[in-house]
Structures are given as C-alpha cells and as structure tokens.
C-alpha cells in the first residue's frame, strides 16, 4: 500500500512540476517578448486595480473549478485545463516580475523551492492531523482575500508588507495541509488513484506554490 500511496505523491509532483515550467516559461518568454508594452499594460490596468483584481482572481478560481469538474470526470481535457491554468498564471507574472531586481526574483524562486520541498516533506510523512488547521486555513485565505481587495484603495506600503508576510506564512502552511490531504484523498478511494486525481492535487499546490512567491518577491521588493 505504501508504494502504491508514494506513486501517487510521484503522479501529483510530476504534474507540479510540469505545471511549474509552465509557468516559468510562459512568464520568460512574455517578457522576452513584451518588455516594452508591460508598463503601458500595468498603466491602463493600474485604472481600475479593484476590476482587475476581481476579474483575476475570477478567471483563476473558474479555471480551476473547472479543471478539477473535468478531472473528476476522467476527460482528457482536464490537463489542458491545468495547463491553461499555468499559462494564465505565468502571465500574471509577466506583469510583476520586471519590476524587481533579478536578485530578488532569483531569492523568492530559491526561497520558494525550499518552503515547497520542507512543508512537503512535512504534510507527508507528519503524523499530525492537518484537518483542523485546514479549515483555518481556508477561512484565514478567505477573510486574506477580502482584507486584500480592500487593501487596493489604501496604497500603504506598509499594509502591503503586512498582508504579504501574513499570505507568505499561511501558503506555506498550506502546502503542508495540502499535502497530507494528498494521503487522505488516497485512503478514501485508493483504486482510483491515477492522473486524473493527481491533477486536483497537482493544482492547489501550483496555487500555494505561486502565491508563496509572489508574496515573497514583495517582501524582498518593500526593501528597495
């Protein structure tokens, strides 16, 4: 059972892993391509902040809804969807990057691949039962959200901190969480541990993965 269990953690870290380049070059080869007409991008969308920001988070909570919808369904179309998901969010990042110092972005990226592999590690083979903090998780996440969208009307450095040191701590927590939930998903229905499942998984720890170092890169950021 135990080899079984740790070929599903190798299903869902290689979807996370092709989810991750994904991202990566997608961000790369925008920038490459687009550097001169980001400023005017952020220009318009620095507008209406509040829109976009809604609008974002939008697409990606419908995305990968959707995504899971389709996973649950076993139709292929589901690892278009995650991959869908990646480019959306290396996009995004196209749009923030550029605006740091290589040094900080390569220090958030190292940062963040060693809080993903330890808070892996954790949720994996702790014997502690993440349940509890989960939901405090996500109802933290939720009441993060809204503190956030209402954020973009203050225009205070140090709220902005703030809020990123709070979100860096918790989507490090999570991917703990999310990773222990990976053996409870498992235990309930082992027979149907293939891709399909694995992408469910796959996706949320991209989504902490990500925010992780977005978070990060702004704390790094507030130094300059």
Request: with cysteine; glycine share 4%.
């Amino acid at each position: 059972m135990e080899n079984t269990l740790n070929s599903f953690y190798s299903k869902i870290y290689a979807l996370l892993a092709i989810g991750l380049i994904t991202v990566a070059v997608t961000t790369t080869i925008t920038i490459a391509n687009y550097i001169d007409k980001i400023p005017l991008i952020l220009a318009q969308l620095g507008k209406h902040p509040f829109i976009f920001s809604i609008v974002f988070l939008a697409i990606i909570t419908v995305m990968s809804g959707f995504t899971v919808y389709l996973a649950n369904k076993k139709n292929p179309l589901a690892f278009a969807g995650y991959g869908l998901v990646s480019i959306i969010f290396g996009l995004y990042l196209s749009l923030i990057v550029p605006f740091f110092s290589m040094q900080d972005v390569m220090t958030a990226l190292l940062s963040t691949v060693a809080v993903l592999v330890a808070m892996s590690a954790v949720g994996r083979f702790s014997k502690y039962d993440f349940s509890k903090l989960g939901r405090f998780c996500f109802n933290a996440l939720i009441a993060l959200i809204v503190v956030s969208l209402i954020g973009v009307f203050l225009h205070s450095s140090l709220f902005n901190i703030i809020i990123s040191l709070v979100s860096a701590l918790l989507f490090s927590i999570l991917i703990a969480v999310d990773s222990k939930e990976i053996e409870n998903v498992y235990n309930k229905a082992p027979k149907n541990a293939d891709y399909y499942a694995a992408i469910s998984s796959a996706l949320q720890l991209e989504l902490d993965a990500i925010n992780l170092f977005i978070n990060l890169l702004n704390l790094l950021g507030s130094d300059d």
